[in-house]
Nanobody, 124 residues
Framework: QVQLVESGGGLVQPGGSLILSCAAS????????MDWYRRAPGKERQLVAS???????NLAESVKGRFIISRDNARKTMYLKMNKLKAEDADLYYC??????????????????WGQGTQVTVAA
C-alpha cells in the first residue's frame, strides 16, 4: 500500500512564505515524476509545478519567480517553497506522483497516487 502525505499548509499573510512537503511511504520501489496541483472550491484543478526524478522542474506561469519545487529522492519527498504569496494562491494543494511499488505477491505495480491535500490560506 502506497501513501502520499502532504504537510506544511497553513495561514500566512500576503507576501509571506510557506514550504509544503509531500512524502511517499509504503512498499515504494521508485518514485518517478511528481507534481503539485491546487484547487479552490468551484474551480478547475491547476497544475502548479512538476519535477522529474532527475530534478527537471516546470512551473506554471502564475508562480514562476515565486515558487520553487525540489525533491529528495532518498527521502522520497517533494517540496514546494512558496514565496511572495498572494491571495489568489490560497487553495487546497495536492501532490501527485508516478510510483512503482511491490504488490503482495512481489509483483511490480506502476500507479499514479494522490495525497489528501494541505490547505494554504493567504490573508492579512
Amino acid at each position: 500500500q502506497v501513501q502520499l502525505v502532504e504537510s506544511g499548509g497553513g495561514l500566512v499573510q500576503p507576501g509571506g512564505s510557506l514550504i509544503l512537503s509531500c512524502a511517499a511511504s509504503g512498499s515504494v520501489v521508485r518514485v518517478d515524476d511528481m507534481d503539485w496541483y491546487r484547487r479552490a472550491p468551484g474551480k478547475e484543478r491547476q497544475l502548479v509545478a512538476s519535477i522529474t526524478s532527475g530534478g527537471v522542474a516546470n512551473l506554471a506561469e502564475s508562480v514562476k519567480g515565486r515558487f520553487i519545487i525540489s525533491r529528495d529522492n532518498a527521502r522520497k519527498t517533494m517540496y514546494l517553497k512558496m514565496n511572495k504569496l498572494k491571495a489568489e494562491d490560497a487553495d487546497l494543494y495536492y501532490c501527485n506522483a508516478d510510483i512503482l511499488d511491490k504488490g503482495p505477491g512481489g509483483e511490480y505495480i506502476a500507479s499514479k497516487s494522490w495525497g489528501q491535500g494541505t490547505q494554504v490560506t493567504v490573508a492579512a
